[in-house]
C-alpha cells in the first residue's frame, strides 16, 4: 500500500485538496455530482462547462464547499493547533485529519458501510473513465489499489500519508508533530468535526438540494 501511496501523491499537489472522502460523502447518491466533486480540483475556470450538467454542478458543489470549508470558524480553530508545526499548511492537515475522523467514525455519518461506500464511487469513475481529467486518470488505479478512500480510518494509515505528503509536495515533514497534536487534544478536535460536519451537511443539503443516506437515529 505505501508504494501505491507515493505514487498517488506523486500525482496530487499540495494545490488540491486532500479531502476526497468528505466531498464524496457529501455528494450524496447522484452520479454527477460524485463525478464532478472528485474531479473538481482539476477542472479550472470555466472549462467545466464542457461537461454534462450534472457534472458541471458537481464542479461548482466542489468549489463552493471548498470556499465554505476555507472560510469556516471552525476550520480556522482547527489550524490553529497545527500552525507552529506546519505555518500556512495548516490547513491541509486540517483537511487529512477531518477525513480520518470522517472514515474513523463513517457509521455515525452513512448508511452503507464505508468498504461498499468506497467500492460503489470506484466503480462509477471507472465506468467513466473516458471522460476524467488526464491527471484523474493517471491517479486513480493508484487511489483504488492502496484503498486511499478508506486508508485513513486508521491512525497508522494518517501517520503514513501525512510522511509520504511531506517527502513528495512542500509539507514539512512534521508527522511526529501532527500525531502528537491529535493525541492530546483529540476530544477538542473530535467535538469540532462533528459541529463542523453538522454545519456541512446542512449547508449543501439545503444550497444543492442533495439527499445523503444517512443512518436510523443519525441526529443533526
Known amino acids: 500500500m505505501i508504494n501505491h501511496l507515493r505514487i498517488l501523491f506523486y500525482f496530487v499537489s499540495l494545490n488540491q485538496k486532500m479531502n476526497f472522502l468528505a466531498h464524496l460523502y457529501l455528494s450524496g447518491e447522484d452520479d454527477g455530482l460524485v463525478l464532478g466533486n472528485f474531479i473538481g480540483d482539476y477542472i479550472k475556470g470555466s472549462k467545466y462547462m464542457k461537461y454534462p450538467v450534472k457534472?458541471?454542478?458537481?464542479?461548482?458543489?466542489?468549489?463552493?464547499?471548498?470556499?465554505?470549508?476555507?472560510?469556516?470558524?471552525?476550520?480556522?480553530?482547527?489550524?490553529?493547533?497545527?500552525?507552529?508545526?506546519?505555518?500556512?499548511?495548516?490547513?491541509?492537515?486540517?483537511?487529512?485529519?477531518?477525513?480520518?475522523?470522517?472514515?474513523?467514525?463513517?457509521?455515525?455519518?452513512?448508511?452503507f458501510q464505508l468498504g461498499v461506500f468506497t467500492r460503489n464511487a470506484h466503480a462509477l469513475f471507472l465506468s467513466n473513465?473516458?471522460?476524467?481529467?488526464?491527471?484523474?486518470?493517471?491517479?486513480?488505479?493508484?487511489?483504488?489499489?492502496?484503498?486511499?478512500?478508506?486508508?485513513?480510518?486508521?491512525?497508522?494509515?494518517?501517520?503514513?500519508?501525512?510522511?509520504?505528503?511531506?517527502?513528495?509536495?512542500?509539507?514539512?515533514?512534521?508527522?511526529?508533530?501532527?500525531?502528537?497534536?491529535?493525541?492530546?487534544?483529540?476530544?477538542?478536535?473530535l467535538d469540532i468535526f462533528y459541529r463542523f460536519m453538522r454545519d456541512i451537511i446542512n449547508y449543501v443539503e439545503s444550497d444543492f438540494d442533495v439527499n445523503i443516506k444517512k443512518p436510523e437515529g443519525y441526529s443533526n
Do not use: C
Not at 476555507?70 to 505555518?87: A, N, Q, R, V
Open 55 to 111: 457534472i458541471q454542478r458537481g464542479i461548482i458543489m466542489h468549489r463552493k464547499i471548498d470556499s465554505f470549508t476555507d472560510t469556516h470558524p471552525l476550520i480556522k480553530e482547527s489550524s490553529i493547533f497545527f500552525k507552529p508545526g506546519y505555518g500556512r499548511y495548516s490547513g491541509i492537515i486540517v483537511d487529512v485529519l477531518f477525513d480520518h475522523f470522517l472514515a474513523q467514525n463513517w457509521n455515525e455519518f452513512s448508511a
Open 129 to 189: 473513465f473516458l471522460i476524467l481529467p488526464l491527471k484523474v486518470k493517471r491517479f486513480l488505479p493508484f487511489l483504488i489499489q492502496s484503498k486511499r478512500l478508506e486508508s485513513y480510518s486508521s491512525t497508522d494509515g494518517l501517520y503514513k500519508a501525512l510522511e509520504i505528503m511531506a517527502h513528495y509536495t512542500s509539507l514539512p515533514g512534521e508527522q511526529e508533530y501532527a500525531m502528537n497534536v491529535l493525541k492530546e487534544n483529540k476530544s477538542e478536535l
